[in-house]
């Protein structure tokens, strides 16, 4: 079996991988563009900020599984994986301190200029009384937009500075705000109106695209701290640029909107550049991050070379569409399966899902299945009056 890892990860990745069997072909400097043309007898695709698109993944015949190392996964075209029966799984909090530090370092430096005052040191000119102008961040109040692991690891650094969080998520309330020691905000609005600050921690979904917009930031405070290290697409580039125009707004930024997807590439919005505090989406870059990531990436090949079910799959139907459970215990013989599906399907029954539990001894096993449809009862019949089967049991899912 063959695993193309198609950005930079830790050489203990490979080791790892081999280790498992498995053939490893690195190839860390494909774009998006490159790899549809190399994905041909490739079983698994790793990849961190290579875009996996729809043309990659139906050229992949024999992909069974794409592994994002890093936590989002909205780099991946999840519906035609989906369409074609390919796991995705991700490396969801591995690189949560990383991106924490970097934010509350994105923080400080928007707020004391550091950038600015570097690259004035570094063209000669020595600037005291313009880079000695700052608020300072004790006692100021940091809204993070997003309360999920970074979000929380980023109000315990914020809490370590004594400044005050408020915090907001769909799925936050004010009593669970409250265990956690940090204000409620009822809305994004809110949070931008009482910051002082705000950093960004939202997955990127259709939902959550621009949601730091002109309303947003319209709210916030003149000359309030932006942070965003998330995904670029949650902030309108246009009504941000506007916004530090004229409002005064600082902001420090580790991704954004239309990035380039390559590690060496031209970047083409240096307007926005010159207007803010910039890293280059290397929030999960740290060496304690890589190590974490390079371990839950063998995990995952791990487990699924052991189970055929990757461990942290994305993409997996919520809710299944089958209105029936049907469970057959049955002895553990050749054929007695087989027989059972042969009468579904000759019924036009179809599998949703099926699992077969084997019982110690190996000497009987229960099968469930998840079915699309009920089977008559003359079927049904013909599985009890097996006596191989020990019993038949159906029930309507609710």
């Known amino acids: 079996m063959k695993v193309l890892i198609a950005d930079k990860l830790s050489s203990e990745t490979v080791s790892a991988l081999e280790e498992l069997g498995l053939q490893v072909d690195v190839q860390p400097d ?3 563009e490159d790899l549809p043309g190399v994905i041909a007898g490739t079983h698994i695709l790793v990849v961190r900020s290579t875009k996996v698109t729809a043309a990659t993944i139906e050229a ?8 994002r190392a890093g936590a989002g996964v909205n780099t991946i075209d999840l519906a035609t994986a989906s369409a074609r029966g390919v796991y995705v799984a991700n490396c969801p909090g591995k690189n949560t301190a990383a991106v924490a530090e970097l934010a509350i370092g994105l923080l400080i430096a928007a707020d004391r200029r550091i950038c600015e005052g570097t690259l004035s040191l570094r063209d000669g000119s020595w600037k005291k009384k313009e880079f000695g102008k700052a608020r300072g961040l004790k006692g100021r109040t940091l809204g993070i937009l997003g309360f999920g692991a970074i979000g929380r690891a980023v109000a315990q650094r ?3 500075l004594d400044m005050d969080v408020l915090a907001w998520s769909r799925s936050l309330t004010p009593e669970v705000a409250e265990e956690l020691g940090v204000g409620y905000a009822d809305s994004p609005e809110v949070l931008a109106k ?7 921690h939202l997955a990127m979904t259709p939902d959550t695209k621009h949601k730091v917009n002109k309303a947003f930031l319209d709210a916030m405070k003149p ?3 932006l942070i965003n290290t998330s995904r670029g697409e949650l902030v309108d580039t246009d009504a941000l640029k506007a916004a530090i125009a004229e409002k005064n707004l600082r902001v420090g930024l580790d991704v954004y909107e239309n990035e380039p997807t390559a590690g060496m590439a031209d970047f083409d919005q240096t307007d926005l550049a010159a207007m803010v505090t910039g890293t280059h989406h290397i929030g999960a870059s740290t060496d304690q991050a890589a190590e974490a990531i390079a371990q839950e990436v063998v995990r995952i090949v791990d487990v699924f070379l052991k189970t055929g079910h990757p461990a942290g799959t994305v993409n997996l139907c919520k809710r299944s569409p089958a209105t029936h459970s049907l469970v057959v215990r049955h002895l553990n013989k050749v054929g007695i399966l087989a027989g059972v599906l042969t009468g579904l399907r000759e019924e036009g029954i179809n599998v949703e899902e099926v699992e077969n539990t084997i019982f110690e001894g190996a000497k009987a096993a229960c099968c469930a299945m998840l079915l699309d449809q009920a089977p008559t009862d003359a079927l049904l019949a013909s599985f009890r009056n097996n006596p191989d089967v020990l019993h038949v049991m159906l029930n309507k899912q609710e």
């Open 30 to 32: 494909l774009s998006a």
């Open 158 to 160: 914020a809490l370590g």
């Open 223 to 225: 000359g309030a701290i």
């Open 194 to 200: 009482e910051s002082d600050a705000v950093s960004v």
């Open 60 to 67: 992949g015949e024999d992909l069974s599984l794409v592994i």
